[in-house]
């Protein structure tokens, strides 16, 4: 029973671990595009409509980039510091193999907890972002259409 739970552990690390990866990937693709996309809003701030300031129409890659910026940064609570150690110079003898199995098992399960509450806060983030990018898509869309008539 308990090797059952150590593999079903380990499996829900690793695909944590996947996860919180892929994740990553996906901001620094995001934040490419979002800083191609700048380029040609800063080009052509001249020709913006005369209600719609620079500040204004720059928040919203600010935002996006804060998000994506927030999603990249490494977190590691302080809840599993006992079994998830780090340091600048950390000392191998912090890092010896425990000898029961029930805390060995309390270690996968902390590790688990840390590792969703990362991917969680990186999923809101990543979502946040791509959500206001749509919406400035949409509006940057309408106000096009506005003008043009």
Known sequence: MAQDAETYYRNLILGFSDAIRISDFKANVAIVFVAIMLGPTLAFRDKFPAYLPL??????????????????????????????????????????????????????????????QILYWKTVMLYISYYTSMLCVLAVAVLVAVSWR
């Open 55 to 116: 500040s204004v129409a720059l928040a919203p890659f600010m935002l996006i980039f804060l998000c994506l910026l927030i999603c990249l940064f490494p977190r590691y609570p302080k809840k599993g510091k006992v079994e998830f150690i780090i340091a600048r110079n950390a000392d191998p003898a912090l890092f010896r193999a425990p000898n029961d199995p029930v805390f060995e098992l309390e270690a996968q399960r902390t590790l688990c907890a840390i590792l969703s």
